[in-house]
Each structure stands twice: as C-alpha cells, then as structure tokens.
C-alpha cells in the first residue's frame, strides 16, 4: 500500500521558535497533499491543501502567515509552524493523494508541544 | 453544507462477534466514502474505499456497505479480535478530487 511519512514524530519547542514538519510520500507521486490538526478527542480539522508546484488553498481561519507550506515536488510537502506559542500545541497530521484521486493515505502524524 | 453522523461515540462488544458501525449523511451522495482507522497518537490508516455506484465491498473480515437512498454507509468487522479496538473514521469525497469531509468517529472497544 502507499506509504507516507512524517518527520518529526515529536517535537517540544519554545515559545517564539519556528519548527518545520516534512510530509513525503514514499512510493507514490502526490499531486496533492493535505494537512490537518487534531485536538484530543476530536476529528481531524483541514489546515490547507497544496499542490505541488502551487500555492496552497488555506481553510477559513487559517493563517497562511503562521502556517507556511511549501509543496516543492511531488514527493515532499513541509509545514513551517512560525513564530509557535503554546495555543499552537497540537497533533499535525499530513495526507497525500495521487494524481488518479481518490484515496488519502495519512502520514502517523507529529505530535508539537509549544512551551 | 454536508454532516456527517456516526452511531455513536463508543461501542463495546465482545471478542468474535461482528462489530457494525454506521455513517448518516445528510446532502448529495459523495463519490467516494471512505473508512479509516485510527490509532491514538497516529495518524488515521486507509482500511476501505466504496464508489458511489458500488453496494458492497470486501477486504478480509472487513465489509462496507454503501446506500445512497438512505445516505447511509454500514461498516462491518466480523471475528471481532481486541486488536480491532481503535476509532473508526468514516470520511466522504464528493468528487474523488475533493477535500475530505469527516466524521467524528466510533470507537470500538472489543473485549476478550
């Protein structure tokens, strides 16, 4: 099955820090990749969606200043968290789809704490 | 905009029987729907995906079951094991090139 990974898994930074996190699809191309943030208890919430080669679409709400994403190539999308404060703290998860559509295959996700 | 109701927050079931979780949605019927398992602190894992022209699909002891009169999905895992216990995710993409819609989630706890 398609593959994604997440680097970091962990990270605890301090207040005012910029922490980047890397999205690769390991053995397909993703034309499209997806990142979300998850609270405890609660579903997954769409962050942006980037294709490669393109700027990303931001959901409502979303800082696209605080929340950089780049999608260089069609095997690697990062997540720039600028500038992160506490409120920041919480479980960013990626996702990759194929140029065919269809599924999203997740990455296990990066768990960021802002101290 | 589209909702998406799953039967509840918890299900509890013994080892061996057949664990069935339910998707509801409320508007047109998605192009795709798809379950997920997710783990806590992972990321959600891609068990089943089923076409909008599609009744039923099958993967080992896991069925889905697709019914755009009722805009309904029905989840199955028959031989239920512990290993099963996890939140069930179910997810809608209305074009197959959309972003996904998803609900909030079933988890099952299966005891021995």
């Known amino acids: 099955g398609a593959v994604v990974s997440q680097h970091p898994s962990r990270v605890i930074c301090k207040s005012g820090t910029s922490v980047k996190i890397e999205c690769r699809s390991l053995?397909?191309?993703?034309?499209?990749m997806f990142w979300y943030r998850q609270f405890p208890k609660k579903s997954l919430m769409l962050m942006a969606t980037?294709?490669?080669?393109?700027?990303?679409?931001?959901e409502q709400g979303v800082e696209k200043d605080k929340f950089l994403i780049n999608h260089a190539s069609l095997t690697l999308s990062t997540l720039t968290v600028t500038s992160a404060h506490p409120e920041d703290s919480s479980f960013y998860i990626c996702s990759a789809r194929g140029l065919a559509g269809g599924t999203q295959y997740f990455g296990p996700g990066t768990r960021l704490t802002v101290l | 905009s589209q909702k998406i109701e799953q039967n509840s927050e918890a299900l509890n079931i013994q080892e061996g029987k057949t664990a069935t979780l339910t998707c509801n949605y409320t508007?047109?019927?998605?192009?795709?729907l798809q379950w997920y398992r997710q783990d806590p602190g992972r990321g959600p894992v891609f068990l089943l995906l089923?076409?909008?022209?599609?009744k039923e699909k099958r993967k080992e002891r896991l069925k889905v079951t697709f019914d755009t009169t009722l805009k309904q999905s029905l989840f199955h895992i028959t031989a239920s094991q512990p290993a099963d216990s996890a939140t069930y995710l179910c997810?809608?993409?209305?074009?197959?090139?959309?972003?996904?819609?998803f609900g909030k989630g079933t988890m099952l706890l299966v005891s021995p």
């Open positions: 053995d397909f191309q993703a034309t499209t």
């Open positions: 997810a809608l993409d209305m074009t197959g090139y959309s972003t996904l819609t």
């Open positions: 980037s294709n490669e080669g393109s700027k990303a679409t931001y």
């Open positions: 508007n047109y019927s998605p192009a795709y």
């Open positions: 089923i076409r909008e022209n599609e």
